[in-house]
């Protein structure tokens, strides 16, 4: 269900993907983890800001791999 969720969003935040298959963040990420570390998702920190362009910090975002 993850592996889908990511596929049909093509790039999403744990709790962008927790909130669509319904699984609560801390299983989900650990989901993702897994599917990381097998090589099938890939990761990328990325910058958050809010709607008056201030810096807020990163976030991580979750991708197909090369080998899914």
Not at 4 to 32: D, K, M, P
């Amino acid at each position: 269900q993850t592996y889908f969720t990511v596929q049909s969003l093509e790039e999403a935040t744990c709790s962008e993907i927790a909130e669509v298959t319904g699984r609560s963040h801390n299983l989900e990420s650990r989901y993702l983890r897994r599917l990381k570390d097998i090589g099938v998702l890939q990761s990328k920190r990325v910058p958050v800001s809010n709607s008056e362009d201030e810096w807020k910090g990163t976030e991580v975002k979750y991708f197909l791999g090369e080998s899914a």
